[in-house]
């Protein structure tokens, strides 16, 4: 069965620091989909990323960037000058391959608390 | 704008009583998702449907019913066969069932 550890339960970092939001997964596929989803005060998720199983390239968005290491099934979130407005809770899932949304696997979140 | 309506925000409903949370999407997205999340845990699927006048169950199904008779529209109802109702429920879509999910900002449902 299909699994997704974010071991962070609450992380609080000064403005303008980096943070990195680790996630170990598990699975038995070798087809699979990882996926980081943002949930600020207002409580709806927001979509960030989407990584498949083949594609190990590291990926960079602003001050976002994004480390997945098969060898470790690790898919690990960079924050870099951290602001305010990063202050959410931050979700890691995973989905198999052949499967969709309805085999969605989520972490238990990290909170991420920035202060200004 | 295109996006996911939830309402009311806060419910508040004495035990025993059946609740209908409200999910309506305007993004012309073919799936849609039932999530409950408590304090300390991910996400959980309720229920989904990919189509029209199609829904299955998810991971936790029991004391929920849902409908789908509009494309656009997803009710929850969480019935009084539901031993622990109080939660947040998140309603999402998607383009189709492998593409990321739109959320709806939730509602609270608190349960005496």
């Known amino acids: 069965a299909q699994k997704v550890t974010q071991a962070q339960t609450e992380i609080s970092v000064v403005e303008k620091e980096d943070v990195t939001l680790d996630c170990v997964y598990e699975?038995?596929?070798?087809?699979?989909?990882l996926f980081w989803y943002k949930q600020p005060p207002s409580g709806e998720l927001v979509f960030l990323i989407r990584?498949?199983?083949?594609?190990?390239q590291n990926e960079i968005s602003g001050r976002y960037s994004w480390n997945f290491q098969k060898s470790t099934s690790s898919f690990n979130f960079t924050i870099t000058a951290s602001q305010v407005v990063d202050s959410a809770v931050y979700f890691c899932?995973?989905?198999?391959?052949?499967?969709?949304?309805?085999?969605?696997?989520f972490g238990t979140g990290t909170r991420l608390t920035i202060i200004p | 704008d295109g996006g996911i309506t939830q309402s009311p925000k806060y419910l508040f409903r004495k035990e025993g009583q059946n609740v209908t949370l409200s999910c309506e999407q305007n993004l012309n997205h073919d799936a849609m998702y039932w999530y409950r999340q408590d304090p300390g845990q991910g996400l959980r699927l309720i229920y989904y449907?990919?189509?029209?006048?199609?829904?299955q169950k998810g991971d936790i199904a029991e004391g929920y019913s849902v409908s789908r008779e509009k494309k656009e529209s997803f009710p929850l109802t969480v019935t009084s066969a539901q031993k622990n109702p109080t939660a947040f429920y998140l309603c999402?879509?998607?383009?189709?069932?492998?593409?990321?999910?739109?959320f709806g900002n939730g509602t609270r449902l608190t349960v005496t």
């Open positions: 990584r498949n199983s083949f594609d190990e």
């Open positions: 699975t038995r596929d070798t087809t699979y989909y």
């Open positions: 999402a879509s998607s383009l189709d069932s492998s593409s990321p999910l739109h």
């Open positions: 449907s990919q189509i029209v006048n199609d829904f």
């Open positions: 899932a995973l989905s198999e391959g052949n499967f969709g949304n309805e085999k969605l696997t």
